[in-house]
């Protein structure tokens, strides 16, 4: 059998495959971002609060985030898996500006930059110390995805509650918890946990819980609010590569 | 009749120009009498890595020109097992399997997603990575560039080939074929020192895949040389 049919036998099994992938990492966008809003293994757990203590609480957090027009906050990702002796750490800083202008960027232990500039998405990653932008998949869910992260920045979980069940305890911080509906997220995280300092609303930690052994952590520091960020950090072809993480 | 003859030649002709379109046949190298470096290139080959080790690797996947990075776990045992987890960049599970040295179990994988590419196609991707099992069916080949190779004769039609750089005990490239076929080339590069390890590792690979048609780019971030085997392994 020749190349070309030996392509054209394989080629719908991929077809079939993007079409999954594109499903599987819209649940992983979702997963992965609501780390932005937030940041620590599982504190202690507190009350929970009721449905209407919730609904105030989640009103109180818009309420205090709303004069945050922008945001720079510097971040540790531990990453917990039973199978490695260590947890592999990165450290990163990420951006925000209203209205629709986000940057995640890991700058140790690999160099990544994700961003999203009015319903645009780009994603780069260097090779040999330059900056080199992916030929991203699965850019159309990104784009949706990302446009409800900047709900939660604003700290509005309307729409999350059609793909979790959020829970919220409170002792010294709050802990509001999203627990996945779908038995196929289920799979992938059992919780995601985010600690939300009580006196600013600002989350500090994210958890993202695996299964009992296997975690992620994140853990913010340094935030800065209401800072002008240049808009070139948000530039989706050519960014402004910050301090920590090599010239431009 | 000598129509005939004629209208045979030029359809065999045609014939043999298409199928040599369609794909080279890549010939079973021959040995050259390298008896004496043999062992230093053997050893080489098989001291890539320690006998057991972790690794944590970013990886790019490439699927009909769509890039999709994940972070990669790897736990490979003495006894040509090992376990291979993908986290997507920010979390959550996308792969995760388990090779007892004869048989995978593939622990998780999205619903939907086909078996065959990660059954046929990753793990064996995995396999000539990070696994080398050479025996008396192993020599060595010089090329017309005086590069040394080790070829790994599998089957009657398959065959692993290992391409050093010339003069360095490093692995340059490397592929395997099936049956004339080449299925799968990698290309190794940035040697780097990790702590433990007695030899430079390489940081990055590339890996093209022919049969299932994707490319993996392959960063190593980080490796030890121990596993944690009961939880890597946990049939074991």
């Given at each position: ?18 079409m ?26 507190g009350k ?34 039973s ?38 998405v ?35 979980f ?46 500090t930690t ?43 | ?5 004629v ?9 043999i120009?298409f ?17 004496a ?29 769509k890039?999709?990075d ?16 993908v986290f ?66 599998i ?29 799968r ?29 994707y ?5 190593l ?16």
């Open positions: 059998m020749g190349e070309s049919a030996f392509r054209l036998r394989i080629k719908p099994i991929w077809l079939g495959l993007k999954k992938l594109n499903q599987f990492f819209f649940l992983l966008l979702i997963i992965g971002f609501l780390s932005i809003q937030s940041s620590a293994q599982s504190s202690q757990q929970e609060l009721t449905s209407d203590e919730g609904d105030l609480f989640i009103q109180q957090m818009a309420e205090a985030l709303k004069t945050r027009e922008s945001m720079q906050v510097n971040f540790v990702q531990e990453r917990h898996f199978v490695f002796l260590e947890p592999l750490i990165s450290k990163g800083i990420c951006f925000f500006r209203e209205p629709d202008k986000l940057r995640w960027e890991i700058y140790e232990s690999y160099k990544s930059i994700l961003i999203y500039n009015n319903r645009s780009a994603k780069f990653d260097f090779e040999q110390g330059r900056l080199r932008k992916l030929k991203l998949g699965s850019v159309d869910i990104m784009r949706e995805i990302l446009n409800q992260i900047i709900s939660w920045m604003k700290g509005d309307r729409n999350s509650s059609q793909i979790y069940e959020i829970k919220i305890y409170k002792n010294k911080d709050y802990q509001l918890r999203l627990i996945p509906k779908s038995k196929e997220l289920l799979k992938s995280i059992k919780y995601i946990e985010l600690n939300i300092n009580a006196q600013t609303k600002h989350v994210v958890l993202i819980k695996e299964t009992e052994t296997d975690f992620i952590q994140i853990k913010f520091s340094n935030e800065k609010d209401n800072l002008e960020l240049a808009e070139e950090l948000f530039d989706l072809k050519n960014p402004l590569i910050v301090s920590g993480s090599g010239g431009r | 009749m000598t129509n005939k003859l209208v045979i030649i030029f359809l065999t002709t045609l014939l120009n199928t040599s379109c369609s794909f080279n046949q890549y010939i079973l190298p021959q040995p050259a009498s390298l008896q470096e043999k062992h230093t290139y053997i050893h080489a080959l098989q001291n890539t890595y320690p006998k057991e080790f972790t690794a944590i690797q970013r990886i790019v996947l490439q699927i009909r020109n890039q999709y994940f972070l990669g776990y790897l736990a490979m045992s003495r006894n040509n097992a090992f376990r291979a987890t997507s960049d920010m979390g959550g599970k996308f792969i995760d399997l388990y090779y007892n040295g004869e048989k995978l179990e593939l622990i998780h994988k999205p619903t939907g997603i086909p078996d065959k590419p990660i059954s046929n196609g990753v793990t064996y991707d995995i396999k000539h990575l990070f696994e080398f099992i050479a025996g008396n069916n192993t020599y060595l080949v010089r090329n017309e560039k005086k590069e040394i190779s080790v070829v790994i004769i089957s009657d039609n398959k065959f692993e080939e290992y391409i050093f750089q010339d003069n360095k005990k490093e692995m340059a490239s490397s592929r395997s074929v099936h049956n004339g076929r080449i299925i080339e990698a290309w190794y590069q940035n040697y780097a020192n990790f702590e433990g390890f007695d030899y430079p590792v390489p940081q990055k690979i590339f890996i093209k895949n022919y049969q299932w048609h490319e993996l780019e392959i960063e971030l980080k490796i030890v040389p121990e596993v944690k085997t009961h939880n890597a392994f946990p049939t074991e």
